[in-house]
């Protein structure tokens, strides 16, 4: 292998390697504003697979799960209906997240969930 395909080679197993060991994010310790649970059926579950809006910064932000932005980021169905009883019963939850690049955008996907009484 020559000295130039060598580095190439090396960069690209850098950079996926680094990748696959992103370090999650806290996002704020908020009430749930909103879930969105997205079905095989509509058009947007090859993207995404649901979402998730906190109180503390619903304007501006979600956390999303599965399809394409998310890839291997699923949420079991145990934890989405965590989330929605943590909705239903104003409990605080923080979610930890990593930052998903999908054609130029970036999406933020949850990775962990963690629901606490006020």
Not at 24 to 40: G, K, Y
Not at 80 to 86: F, N, R
Request: hydrophobic fraction near 45%; charged fraction near 20%; include cysteine.
């Amino acid at each position: 292998m020559s000295a130039a395909r060598l580095g190439a080679a090396t960069a690209v197993g850098l950079a996926l390697s680094t990748a696959a060991i992103a370090r999650a994010e806290p996002s704020p310790a908020s009430a749930v504003a909103q879930l969105m649970i997205v079905e095989p059926g509509d058009e947007s579950h090859r993207l995404f697979h649901g979402a998730v809006w906190l109180d503390a910064d619903k304007v501006a932000t979600n956390y999303r799960w599965g399809g394409l932005h998310c890839k291997g980021r699923e949420l079991s169905d145990t934890s989405v209906q965590l989330l929605y009883a943590a909705m239903r019963s104003d409990y605080i939850v923080q979610l930890e997240y990593v930052v998903s690049p999908y054609q130029d955008k970036q999406y933020r996907c949850v990775t962990s969930v963690t629901i606490s009484k006020v």
